[in-house]
């Protein structure tokens, strides 16, 4: 048993050293420091599913709704028949951008397509953008206005009640 | 012997290492991460240095798509066979806080005939939260649930909850209703281990229920020689969990047993 | 009896890695589960 506490000792020891020389895995690196409100949302490239390439930056001139999400987050595809209901309404006034943090395409591509959901899906550098947006919890909302500024926030699924009223903060 | 105490704190220590994330708000992201832990340890914990099995294995049937989780199950089968229970009673930080509050000198519920039947209620928790929840949701609903977790565990409430509410405003401002049930479910079992000894790990955890399931193969733990033991019973006086017999399902090691036996026949360490 | 499970384990274990799932697990893990801390 002794062995096996010392062992324990090492352990405990060689992770808090791990820990205090990475804190670069914690702490906000200064770019994800941007992805806060009033600052601008950083740019990041990513593919439609039916794979055109494009960027942020490319929808700006209207507001955008930037949502991040994966398959297996039951809360993010729980709130997606919201974004399907009402994005017909706002899609002229509104840049809706799901981006997906599956470790594949396919899969998020997969259940888009299963669902038949029309609003806009892209898929990215996963880690780049869990980094430059300091993605936390998912589902997490932004909203940009036209400017790509981001204007507001927010982390956990919505109600359609408060996807209208988060959107209506961009118009 | 070395002090259980003493390794139940390392191992918390251990487990939840990434103490600036308590109060940066945020969650380790390393690649020790992917490692599941012996012990119910939530993932969201900000210092949690690794997964939690059960967690794991729930946000495998929770997506869109079923798939048999066969990484999270090999482990849980490997930490079943090496030490069982064992890692309840020495490597688990919600039996820990548990076996704190026991500490405090009020009144003490004993067990009886009754607290072992109860003691079968996590095995229906498992089957129903773990597995069964997410897979008939998913049947019914495309998607899974995370039941357990979400809807139970209280060491998710008391490690991932409270302290990742407590620092950021924004999660603070998300909080409804769902929170104030496992608020309550947690200060219910908080609350019962002062009076009760460890009810969650009796009664309600799915984790020790699995682990118990090894308790009598497993390479380390408690054994009884057969050859010394006079059936005095001293053992069972003792014992704190609903063990029948030292070294049975409900067994959690922690070798108090072990103290008064008075022909020696129980040992704890390793059973080859 | 041990022998078959440590056995069953390593099987599983592997089949798991092959398919890569130790990243989901890693993946998962590093986002606050939403559910589990009470926003639903």
Redesign the interface.
Known sequence: ??K??IC??L??AA??G??AA??S????AAPAAAAQASQTAPDFSFAYLDGTKASLTQLRGKPVFLNFW??????C??EMPHFNAVYPRYKDKINFLAVS?D?NMQ?AA??IQ?QGYSFPVGYGN?NDL?GKY??????TSLLLDADGKIIA?????MTETELEAFLQKAL | MVKRKLVQFLTALLYNGNLPGFWQGRLWQGSSKSVCLPGLNCYSCPGALGACPVGALQSSLSGVFLRVPFYVIGTLLLFGLLLGRLICGWACPFGLVQELLYKLPTPKLQRTAFTARLARFKYLIAIVFVLLLPIVYYLLTGTGVPAFCKFLCPAGTLEAALPLAAVNAKLRGSLGVLFSWKLLLLLVILTASVGIYRPFCRFLCPLGALYGLFNRISLFGVKVDAAKCIHCDACMRTCLMDCRQAGDRECIACGECRSVCPTDAISLGKKF | MRIVIFLAALLTLACGILQQQQLGVLRKASTICLECIGIG
């Open positions: 048993m002794k096996i506490l324990l000792l352990l405990l992770m808090a791990g820990c990475d804190s895995k914690t702490t906000a994966a398959t297996w987050c039951p809360p595809v729980g943090l470790d899969e997969a259940f299963q996963v869990a300091d993605i936390q919890g998912i589902p926030s927010k982390i956990g699924a």
